[in-house]
């Protein structure tokens, strides 16, 4: 194998090679998604929510996402591991932001960072840069402002909010930013961002058209049930098959099939 790198990504899209990339908050499912061949892993801030059962991003910490970030690179061998900057650790002001960024660095261990938001965060990101941290943008239905938007409906349909994403995306690409997210926006918009920036778009609900994509990986192993999005394909239905293996080991137990002879010492 060769490691993947953010030049790598970069030189995907001029190739018109798609990028995959899954989430991923432990070990064991981070090696499983790695050593499936994922381009790209995100430790994302989901994991409040997977994870942590909160209904929102808002209450993961920093050093919570640093635990998570650390058990994930101790599983890599190939994929780059992106790091989000959780809710609050970030906006105050540009020291901050490299401040937290560093701290996922040095103690995790991750390739790089994601912040959501555009030219409201716009210094904060170059200063990360310009310590030699790649940057991952978010723009469109940014979670963290998930009390702001009032809504987890599709974003950027109206003229005014689709311009100043595409002009988000354009400052993103020309101050060093090594790829965006985009998260559910019309696939039309995603399109012409994807065609006006020579780096990478990675879409969540945005359509084909993009240069990758991401998805939340409990939610494409259908792990996760009451989560049902038009953008979310589920690839397996581990609710179901993991309830029923439970359920079924329960029974065992209660009638002590299990452990039986060979399974004593
Ligand atoms: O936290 C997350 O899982 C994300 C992806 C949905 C892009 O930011
Ligand atoms: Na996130």
Same mark, same amino acid.
């Given at each position: ?5 953010v030049?790598?990504?970069? %030189? @995907? !899209? ?15 499912m981070?090696?499983?998604v ?9 430790v994302g801030d ?5 994870m ?9 910490t920093?050093?919570? @996402?640093?635990?998570h970030a650390?058990?994930?690179?101790r599983?890599?061998?190939r994929?780059?591991? &992106?790091?989000d ?5 970030y906006q105050?002001d540009?020291?901050?932001?490299? =401040?937290?960024?560093? =701290?996922? @660095?040095?103690e995790?261990g ?7 938001? +555009?030219?409201?965060?716009k ?8 310590? +030699?941290?790649?940057v @991952?943008?978010h ?8 009390y702001k #938007?009032?809504?987890y409906?599709v974003?950027a349909?109206?003229e005014?909010?689709a311009e100043?994403?595409l002009?988000? *995306? !354009?400052?993103l690409?020309?101050?060093g930013? #090594? ?14 961002v ?8 990675i879409?969540?609900?945005a359509g084909p058209?993009?240069?990758?994509? &991401? ?6 192993l ?8 038009? #953008?979310?394909r589920r ?9 029923e *293996?439970i359920?079924?080991y329960?029974? %065992? ?12 010492y």
């Amino acid at each position: 194998y060769k490691r993947i790198t953010v030049k790598t990504l970069v %030189d @995907m !899209k001029a190739n018109g090679q798609k990028i995959s990339m899954l989430t991923a908050y432990d070990y064991t499912m981070a090696k499983i998604v790695d050593g499936a061949g994922i381009d790209v892993i995100l430790v994302g801030d989901s994991a409040s929510n997977v994870m942590a059962g909160h209904e929102t991003t808002l209450p993961i910490t920093l050093d919570q @996402m640093i635990y998570h970030a650390s058990s994930v690179v101790r599983a890599v061998n190939r994929s780059l591991v &992106v790091v989000d900057l959780p809710f609050g650790s970030y906006q105050s002001d540009p020291k901050e932001a490299l =401040r937290s960024s560093i =701290r996922i @660095m040095k103690e995790s261990g991750g390739h790089a960072v994601k912040l959501e938001g +555009g030219k409201e965060i716009k210094e904060s990101i170059k200063r990360i840069l310009h310590a +030699g941290i790649p940057v @991952m943008g978010h723009l469109g239905l940014t979670p963290q402002s998930i009390y702001k #938007f009032g809504t987890y409906t599709v974003r950027a349909k109206e003229e005014a909010e689709a311009e100043k994403l595409l002009e988000d *995306a !354009k400052m993103l690409e020309r101050i060093g930013c #090594f790829a965006i997210v985009l998260e559910k926006i019309p696939a039309e918009l995603a399109k012409k961002v994807a065609e006006s920036v020579s780096i990478p778009i990675i879409g969540i609900g945005a359509g084909p058209d993009v240069d990758g994509q &991401v998805l939340v990986v409990h939610d494409m192993l259908g792990m996760t049930h009451e989560f049902n999005p038009r #953008f979310l394909r589920r690839y397996l239905n581990l609710f179901d098959d993991m309830t029923e *293996a439970i359920a079924q080991y329960v029974d %065992d137990v209660k009638t002590q099939d299990f452990p039986n002879d060979s399974e004593k010492y």
